[in-house]
């Protein structure tokens, strides 16, 4: 009985009043900080709490009774599949787009977007997992519609997120298709658009939608609200467009 007892104050006293908890993808990681700047320019009595990890991992904490409020994936199936247990407030919504990019170390001719993929000295390439990543399974539906998938496949090697394929990329491989979120952060700002990196053609691959959901355990917190209505504001768009995403 003490033991329950403790767990139940200790989860009081982590949703204490003025703070909110949100899960968050991996992807978001490098865009989710200057959001919460913004957004507390306006609301500075809001604390937000970011747990961050896999979308996959993320749902299973939810289901498991996570006292998450606010999940934001990487992937519309796990907030779609949340609602449809009954586990959300309300429908879920696109918050971004996310978007590829090809990313090498070495400076590179990328006026031929894709065909830098065949250059001769690229042995590995890194691409996320696309049974379990969205991004990567977007790459692959884009080697495949440049016609590039059969040539290419024995040299792809497989990250696990969207941070690991760009240790890969930047490391074991010669070059990868990442998130182009990832490549706004300070870590990455010493590679150069045009030289190290550039963006994929949309067209190659089907739009990488980003949902997000209030959580039942949310149900008239007013601080969530404020936060949710706030991620698909003009001003929240800004700062998705300035690191690598597409708004609605």
Not at 177 to 197: C, D, I, N, P, T
């Amino acid at each position: 009985m003490q033991k329950i007892l403790g767990i139940f104050l200790a989860t009081v006293l982590w949703l204490s009043a003025g703070e909110i908890n949100i899960a968050v993808a991996a992807n978001v990681s490098y865009v989710i900080e200057p959001l919460i700047e913004v957004f507390n320019e306006n609301h500075a009595e809001i604390k937000v709490n970011v747990i961050l990890g896999s979308s996959g991992k993320l749902t299973a904490q939810i289901n498991a009774g996570a006292p998450y409020q606010l999940f934001l994936s990487a992937n519309m199936d796990y907030v779609q599949k949340l609602y449809e247990d009954n586990l959300t407030l309300e429908r879920p919504r696109i918050y971004a787009q996310g978007a590829l990019a090809v990313l090498s170390t070495k400076i590179r001719d990328f006026n031929n977007s894709l065909s830098v993929l065949e250059d001769a000295d690229i042995q590995k390439i890194a691409i996320a997992n696309p049974k379990t990543a969205p991004y990567g399974k977007a790459a692959v539906e884009t080697l495949k519609n440049a016609k590039l998938y059969q040539k290419l496949e024995k040299k792809l090697v497989y990250g696990e997120s969207v941070s690991q394929t760009v240790i890969y990329a930047t490391t074991a491989a010669d070059i990868g298709l990442v998130a182009k979120s990832a490549l706004f952060s300070k870590q990455m700002s010493g590679y150069k658009e045009h030289q190290h990196w550039k963006d994929v053609d949309t067209e190659l691959y089907t739009a990488i939608d980003q949902g997000m959901v209030i959580l039942k355990s949310a149900k008239e917190n007013i601080e969530v609200q404020t936060f949710y209505d706030f991620l698909l504001s003009s001003k929240a768009k800004e700062v998705f467009k300035a690191y690598g995403y597409s708004t609605l």
